[in-house]
């Protein structure tokens, strides 16, 4: 039978790793947790520039009403297009730029809605 100088001995050679599985445990929860925070983050930049650049599409008159041109005269659509280079692929910024001449809602959504299902 082992006396209480070796449990001792044991148990204190034993702290050692489990502290450091503890650690390596802790540290992979925190960097999961970092990565998906950032996924949040860019999710949220994504969704809030999508609905700016669709209140200005409306108010551009995007919908197929009059003052179709008043977004482009003042560089609304190239401005977006350049804001959106950060937050999306080139494809975004790409549509962006080719939405002047349109006039249907369809077409200004389609192309987000891969960003925006999880």
């Given at each position: 039978?082992?006396?209480?100088?070796d449990w001792?001995?044991?148990?204190?050679?034993?702290l050692?790793?489990t502290t450091?599985l503890c650690t390596i445990a802790?540290g992979f929860?925190q960097?999961r947790?970092?990565?998906k925070n950032?996924?949040?983050k860019?999710?949220?930049?994504?969704?809030q520039?999508?609905k700016e650049?669709?209140?200005?599409?409306?108010?551009?008159?995007?919908r197929?009403?009059?003052?179709?041109?008043?977004?482009?005269?003042?560089?609304?659509i190239?401005?977006l297009?350049?804001?959106a280079?950060?937050i999306?692929?080139?494809?975004?910024?790409?549509?962006?730029?080719?939405?002047?001449?349109?006039?249907?809602?369809s077409?200004?959504?389609e192309?987000?809605?891969k960003?925006?299902?999880?």
């Amino acid at each position: 039978m082992l006396n209480e100088v070796d449990w001792v001995t044991i148990l204190s050679a034993l702290l050692t790793p489990t502290t450091a599985l503890c650690t390596i445990a802790l540290g992979f929860l925190q960097y999961r947790l970092a990565i998906k925070n950032r996924e949040d983050k860019l999710f949220d930049q994504r969704y809030q520039f999508y609905k700016e650049a669709q209140l200005a599409w409306q108010n551009s008159g995007g919908r197929g009403g009059e003052g179709h041109n008043i977004a482009n005269q003042y560089g609304c659509i190239e401005l977006l297009s350049y804001q959106a280079e950060f937050i999306f692929d080139s494809n975004i910024s790409q549509h962006l730029r080719s939405l002047k001449c349109s006039t249907k809602d369809s077409e200004f959504s389609e192309p987000f809605l891969k960003y925006f299902n999880r």
